[in-house]
């Protein structure tokens, strides 16, 4: 198999290594005389472009050469204003493992040149004019008139690519009308000058290597970066009168350059410096325009196009070299397993795999295009939209939401199939996974048919729970307590401690358990309701991840509300099922979207204990039965409690250390949590216990409805029940239904990790653990214990597909320097 590839641009030389390291051989002819000419361009590394060159053992020399950059500022360049300030760069380093590093693009391109052990296969001033295909092979030709041959020509030639051009009159010839589409599909409505400066003299301080500045303004707008030695890379990107199509779109002048230097010339850069400052201490500039395209075929044959061939976009997320080099490490992988079959492969099977990389980058790739592209237009406030959203939502809204796009397109990176992951892309804290590289997310319909039972659940729970409402005991009941306020068991007579309604309804409710009329209920109640705080802890912890942001579960106190007034048998499989269908396994891909907010997990136990179980225990145990009644008016309102009370604690009591330890930690709450949900599990289990051993009934049978009681209700047929045994059996079908509903949802969500792969765990062990431990400490601990047990897995192993097994978590914090520049961030100096 040998490789012609025409170009030795960054996605050229990339193809170049790669297909050394497979030891493919290959010519690649570049029309200039120079391979990395000094122009003044830069180009920054992300991790998807990082990755692959850490394959091909170019990484360290970048890493070396370059700072990371670690911060975001936006500037408005009208006045200086700092509009928002991100710590993107350095979320993402720690998520993939890699560094977001600026640098010369001559050095880049002279970092992957000096690396290709052969030289000789690098042709320089060898302007490629023709290309011609066969079944057999292809023959390319240069306008020196020397001619090469190969199995397959690889288009690395860049935006104006004439690969591109014979692919198309190829496809014209097959099927004539084919490419019609494709030939002025490219346009530009943007104009860019980039450059590179000397260091601004005495403004060295204003210019922080770990750095990166976007300044937005209408129509006009910048970038810039110190470099590791004090130079700085420069970007103004103006918008043109109009949308240009190929094939008029302009070219500019040196004259144009200055032009647009000069529109720019008084405008902020920064709060302290005005492009004037980067423009007297220029080294070199260019300008050009902003092509837009994202083709349709990338291959025809044996020809096939990469880089800014078939996908050009604008510059503004620093994303065309790096998609460049991971369309050359697709195909180097395709071609690798080409040459490697057993039998010469023929030209269709030649063709298919040419094909195919295109279907395994177009999702990310297009994904890219179109949001670079919108950045160039937010950047440069294209209208009332682009300005309402780059000085008003994105500084308040978008922070993460920015980071986290970003990083999550890249996770689904390419790599060189053939050559091992290097150690430094295992350490992120979100592992790259080519699973999530189609775009195709997990459908809701597959997630809410398993959740089915769930709603059949809260259905069964609610159909009893309104004819037991409607049964004439519990009808008369309220029609005597609530106009007079009073309560009447066994010839003794106690006031309601309030007639605010549906409190009064409530506390009416309560009143057998509580007044000790029935001892049984009492029991269960208690075991019932210290069962329910690790469930509702669970519940709060779920509401403060950023998995759950903006889903049902951010919102406990609603459901909370809710139990308290329809019945937790109700509510809680209603719960389960919003959360199931609403977390997959994605959710969690990077680590630290699992983690509890630190703060909320610090104070979490503090608010349940105060709010849920100790107003429990001082209403079932207090001497007084009034007090009693009086204490269950407060406690009918404690989801509404925990929750402000909870978020008192965590913004008053203790610091919020999560968007440090998000970066430095991603496990910082654990132990907070595991320490709050043993708590709480412990004291479940010993009520539990202590209840089994106190009462004269079995457990089970405290627990658990009579089932021919249920079956009548169900069927709303007559049932001799009075109030306290009506209020019993309402309690005992909200119990085990909610238990029931919770046990569901934690099958389901071991499901979702026995399909990652993140447990081994077989399925009888895990039935026979929650049996037993539902019968040893009840169903509250065991919930909440396996619970945690998930958390753990989420926090420590990496889905199916990720590259290695388990997550490594450095717990050490940033270092003394880290956490100087990082101070310093905070505090905007
Ligand atoms: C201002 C600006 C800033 C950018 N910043 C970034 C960034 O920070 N990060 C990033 O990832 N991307 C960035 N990009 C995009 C990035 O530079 C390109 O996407 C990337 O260089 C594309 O690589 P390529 O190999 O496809 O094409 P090129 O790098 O353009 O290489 C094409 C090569 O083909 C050669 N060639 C052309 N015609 C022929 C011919 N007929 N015969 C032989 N050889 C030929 C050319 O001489 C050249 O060497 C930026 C782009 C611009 C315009």
Not at 249 to 271: C, E, N, R, V
Not at 355 to 368: H, L, T
Not at 710 to 727: I, M
Not at 748 to 759: G, H, I, P, S
């Amino acid at each position: 198999m040998r490789v012609v590839i025409v170009g030795g641009g960054v996605a050229g030389l990339a193809l170049a290594n790669a297909l050394e390291k497979a030891d493919i051989d290959y010519v690649l002819l570049e029309g200039r005389t120079e391979i990395a000419p000094f122009i003044g361009a830069s180009v920054a590394m992300t991790a998807n472009g990082f990755r692959i060159l850490d394959q091909l053992g170019c990484a360290d020399i970048i890493l070396n050469a370059t700072y990371p950059l670690e911060f975001v500022r936006t500037w408005g360049n009208k006045d200086g204003r700092l509009v928002s300030q991100w710590e993107a760069f350095l979320l993402s380093h720690k998520r993939s493992g890699y560094p977001l590093s600026f640098m010369d693009r001559h050095f880049l391109l002279k970092t992957l040149y000096d690396n290709i052990e052969d030289k000789s296969k690098v042709l320089l001033d060898k302007k490629v004019s023709r290309v011609d295909h066969s079944t057999q092979g292809v023959s390319v030709q240069c306008k020196d008139g020397t001619t090469y041959a190969g199995d397959i020509v690889i288009g690395t030639d860049g935006v104006h690519s004439i690969v591109r051009n014979e692919m198309w009159r190829h496809m014209d010839i097959a099927q004539p009308g084919l490419p019609t589409k494709e030939r002025t599909l490219m346009s530009a409505e943007y104009k860019c000058m980039y450059g590179v400066a000397r260091p601004i003299p005495g403004r060295e301080g204003d210019c922080d290597p770990n750095y990166f500045h976007r300044c937005v303004g209408q129509d006009i707008s910048f970038m810039w970066s110190p470099a590791k030695d004090g130079r700085i890379f420069w970007f103004v990107y103006e918008k043109l009168d109009k949308v240009y199509h190929a094939p008029d779109i302009p070219k500019f002048t040196d004259q144009d350059a200055l032009d647009l230097a000069q529109h720019g010339m008084d405008l902020y850069i920064s709060d302290k410096l005005k492009f004037s400052d980067v423009w007297e201490n220029r080294i070199a500039y260019m300008c050009l325009p902003l092509e837009e395209a994202f083709y349709e075929h990338w291959s025809y044959g044996r020809i096939a196009c990469i880089g800014d061939t078939v996908h050009k976009w604008t510059p503004n997320l620093g994303a065309g070299a790096n998609h460049a080099i991971e369309d050359a490490a697709a195909l180097a992988s395709a071609i690798y397993k080409l040459a490697h079959s057993k039998t010469p492969p023929d030209h269709k099977t030649v063709e298919a795999a040419l094909s195919n990389v295109r279907e395994s980058r177009k999702f990310r790739a297009e994904a890219m295009s179109k949001a670079t592209n919108k950045t160039t237009r937010l950047e440069a406030i294209k209208g009332p939209m682009e300005s309402l959203l780059t000085y008003y939502i994105a500084p308040w809204f978008l922070a993460d939401f920015i980071a986290n796009r970003q990083t999550t397109g890249n996770v689904g990176a390419e790599k060189l199939e053939y050559l091992p992951d290097p150690p430094q892309s295992l350490l992120g804290t979100q592992a790259f996974n080519p699973t999530y590289r189609t775009g195709k997310k997990p459908s809701l319909l597959g997630r809410v048919i398993p959740g089915i039972p769930l709603l059949l659940l809260a259905y069964f729970a609610s159909t009893i729970f309104s004819n037991i409402v409607q049964l004439p005991t519990i009808g008369t009941t309220f029609h005597k307590v609530l106009p007079l306020g009073q309560l009447e068991y066994h010839g003794q007579i106690w006031n309601l401690p309030t007639m605010a309604s549906p409190l009064s309804v409530m506390v009416t409710f309560f009143s057998p358990s509580l007044l000790n009329v029935d001892p049984l209920q009492r029991l269960q109640m208690i075991t019932f309701i210290t069962d329910l705080a690790p469930l509702w802890l669970i519940w709060i912890f779920e509401s403060h991840r950023p998995a759950n942001v903006m889903t049902f579960a951010w919102w406990p106190v609603i459901f909370g509300v809710a139990f308290q007034l329809k019945g937790i048998g109700m509510v809680g499989p209603i719960w389960f099922f919003l959360h199931y269908i609403q977390s997959p396994l994605r959710n969690y891909s990077s680590l630290d979207w699992r983690m509890v907010n630190v703060a909320a997990a610090k104070t979490a136990l503090v608010a349940m204990l105060a709010t849920l179980v100790v107003p429990t225990f001082a209403m079932y145990f207090t001497p007084d039965l009034d007090q009693r009644l009086q204490i269950n008016v407060m406690w009918q309102v404690f989801p509404f409690f925990t929750v402000v009370f909870h978020y008192l604690l965590r913004k008053l009591t203790v610091s919020d250390t999560t968007r440090v330890d998000r970066l430095y930690n991603v496990h910082a709450d654990l132990p907070y949590v595991r320490f709050a949900v043993y708590t709480l599990s412990a004291i479940s289990a010993l009520t539990f216990n202590w209840v089994r051993f106190t009462s004269t009934a079995s457990i089970a049978s405290l627990m658990i409805p009579d089932w021919n009681v249920v079956n009548a209700l169900l069927r709303a047929e007559p049932v001799g029940l009075d109030f306290p045994a009506a209020t019993k059996v309402f309690l005992q079908v909200d119990e085990v239904v909610c238990f029931g509903a919770a046990f569901v949802w934690l099958a389901l969500l071991v499901r979702d990790l026995k399909k990652a792969e993140m447990t081994t765990t077989a399925w009888w062990k895990i039935v026979v653990s929650g049996g037993v431990g539902t019968v040893l400490i009840g169903p509250g601990a065991v919930v909440a214990l396996a619970w945690l047990w998930r958390d753990e897995m989420l926090a420590t192993k990496k889905a199916k597909g990720s590259v290695g097994d388990t997550y490594v978590v450095d717990k050490s914090g940033p270092t003394p320097d880290e956490a100087a520049r990082w101070q310093k961030f905070l505090n905007r100096e």
